[in-house]
């Protein structure tokens, strides 16, 4: 099992930034990859950067490249997401995803922190 604990949301002006944190605990070992995905209202979830607990590979929505930046630091066992030049539509709940691959394929979820850009 794989307990995720995001922090870091909040109301931002137009341009501005926001670092998300994702602290994971339990059995770390496993994890495969951790991402961020959202979730705007009406909409349904989607990928916005993920990265390889390995080798540090990254993967990133094309509507985030060169805004968004996935990093982790895995003597900590966390995953941060640094989003810059907020736009109103990135305006959504953030999740965090731990993945993991263990004869099987299981996704552990965040509990979601809002993210709000509006002026």
């Known amino acids: 099992q794989v307990q995720l604990v995001e922090s870091g949301g909040g109301l931002v002006q137009p341009g501005g930034s926001l670092r998300l944190s994702c602290a994971a605990s339990?059995?770390?070992?496993?994890?495969?990859?951790m991402g961020w995905y959202r979730q705007a209202p009406g909409n349904e979830r989607e990928l916005v950067a993920t990265?390889?607990?390995?080798?540090?590979?990254?993967n990133y929505a094309d509507s985030v490249k060169g805004r968004f930046t996935i990093s982790r630091d895995n003597a900590k066992n966390t995953v941060y997401l640094q989003m810059n030049s907020l736009r109103p539509e990135d305006t959504a709940v953030y999740y965090c995803?731990?993945?993991?691959?263990?004869?099987?394929?299981?996704?552990?979820w965040g509990q979601g922190t809002q993210v709000t850009v509006s002026s």
């Open positions: 995803n731990a993945r993991t691959v263990i004869f099987t394929t299981t996704d552990y």
């Open positions: 339990g059995t770390i070992f496993s994890i495969y990859s």
């Open positions: 990265i390889i607990t390995g080798d540090g590979s990254t």
